[in-house]
């Protein structure tokens, strides 16, 4: 962090608010089936795009509005790499310090054939030439066939292998994009269903140590590739009875489908398993995945009634408010992907510090907004809100003891930045004891 973002940022939270962060859909179209999102090329909807004078007009607006942090999404935005590029390098002029933008693999496709690593140099020294700050490529599964055939991109795996080398001798350093669904095991976690237990105590035993497994097994895997930074997205699965039926997904990165769809119960264990091998492979892997949001999501799940955004102690999320979606229907401002039946309109005509209402919504657990929201809300409320931060203590002691960790280890971690690599020695002091 230089000393000017860490100026701004001071700047803000003294005015109860926090950097703000924008997700910007250039296009729905996309050339993978992942059976896990509502865009796969076989889905049934209308295809768009934004055009790149509009997004440039939006990025002016963000840069003169103080956004922080702009990630271009799809679809899957590597379709228009030229256009990608551009809208990076002109994110940067505007003032953006922390751009990301990512891929689901397709070019990665064909490693075997003659040309395919000149092909990926000149892809990275294009990115590399730009701002772009973290660059993501998903991995659906610890089980690369499974993963392949849930992509419908074959041999990807292979080649994600051999580009990551090419892309660190770029000066970019990859990160791992994991959408938690059922086949993140393979088999395993596949094959495991309720009806097979005698009880559901036994179902949700089994459940964890599987899963616990399968995250294991995912990050060593991930390792073994030549990845040094991960990140995880909780799985979203709008429109299914655990969520609030008020949502409405202007952002189709969701399905009902029951690869994704888990119940609250299943959640809780799900993120348990997962807190305990973000602990257990952090010592050698960048994950950004916070321990204390998984700790309020796992909170949360476990007290009914929370998914209509009743108080709890938790944080609420800055989706609204200091963080935003813009969707490729229609290049309209939402306040997150999810809550599409709030159409903000223009992004340069929208005045975001007169959004500044308190957060109580926590309808979803959607990881782009509910982490960072969970990870400035102890510094909010240390600020604004003491009582709040002696309640929250008082409920419950534990999590400002992961809070911070979690900010130790992302001191230690340079913060995520893609274009760096690790600390090793910093990551080490993290092993458990
Ligand atoms: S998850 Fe990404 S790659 Fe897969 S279908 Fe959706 S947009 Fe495409
Ligand atoms: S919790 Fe955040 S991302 Fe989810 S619906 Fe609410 S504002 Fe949107």
Redesign the pocket.
């Known amino acids: 962090m230089t000393a000017y973002s860490v100026f701004r940022m001071l700047a803000c939270l003294a005015r109860d608010r926090v950097p703000g962060q924008l997700v910007i859909q250039i296009t729905n179209q996309c050339n993978a089936t992942c059976p896990q999102c509502g865009m796969r090329k076989t889905a049934d909807i209308r295809r768009t795009r934004l055009k790149t004078d509009d997004l440039r007009q939006i990025l002016d607006a963000a840069g003169e509005k103080g956004v922080q942090a702009v990630s271009f999404t799809g679809g899957e935005p590597l379709l228009f790499l030229e256009q990608v590029t551009a809208l990076i390098s002109h994110a940067g002029r505007a003032g953006i310090p922390y751009i990301r933008t990512g891929t689901n693999g397709f070019l990665f496709c064909g490693s075997r054939q003659p040309g395919f690593k000149d092909r990926i140099r000149s892809m990275a020294d294009k990115l590399a030439a730009t701002p772009l700050r973290n660059f993501w490529i998903s991995l659906d599964s610890a089980v690369p066939k499974v993963h392949e055939q849930m992509r419908g991109l074959p041999d990807v795996v292979r080649g994600i292998e051999t580009a990551i080398p090419i892309f660190h001798a770029a000066g970019i350093y990859p990160s791992v994009n994991l959408g938690i669904n059922r086949l993140v095991g393979g088999p395993l976690t596949r094959d495991l269903h309720r009806s097979s237990f005698p009880s559901d105590t036994a179902y949700l035993e089994a459940f964890y140590k599987v899963f616990h497994s399968a995250f294991d097994r995912f990050f060593r895997q991930v390792c073994n590739m030549g990845f040094t930074l991960a990140n995880t997205c909780y799985p979203m699965s709008i429109g299914t009875a655990d969520l609030d039926s008020g949502?409405h997904a202007v952002y189709a990165a969701t399905a009902g489908e029951a690869v994704v769809r888990f119940s609250r119960e299943e959640k809780i264990f799900l993120y348990q398993a997962l807190a305990a091998n973000v602990t257990r492979h952090r010592p050698y892997l960048r994950i950004f995945t916070p321990l204390c949001s998984l700790h309020a999501l796992i909170a949360q799940h476990q007290t009914p009634g929370t998914a209509s955004g009743r108080a709890v102690e938790t944080a609420g999320?800055?989706?609204?408010i200091d963080?935003f979606f813009i969707g490729s229907d229609d290049g309209h401002t939402y306040?997150?992907?999810?809550?599409g039946r709030e159409d903000l309109g223009s992004f340069p005509a929208l005045n975001i510090r007169g959004t500044g209402h308190q957060p109580v919504?926590?309808?979803?657990?959607?990881e782009?907004?509910?982490d960072p929201?969970e990870l400035f809300s102890p510094l909010l409320d240390t600020l604004h809100r003491p009582q709040r931060v002696l309640s929250r203590i008082f409920h419950d002691p534990h999590v400002f003891s992961l809070w911070q960790k979690d900010l130790r280890y992302y001191a230690a971690c340079g913060y995520f930045n893609g274009r760096k690599p690790p600390a090793s020695s910093r990551l080490a002091r993290f092993t458990p004891k």
């Open positions: 949502l999320c800055r989706g609204g963080y306040p997150c992907g999810y809550r919504c926590r309808q979803c657990d959607w782009c907004f509910r929201s």
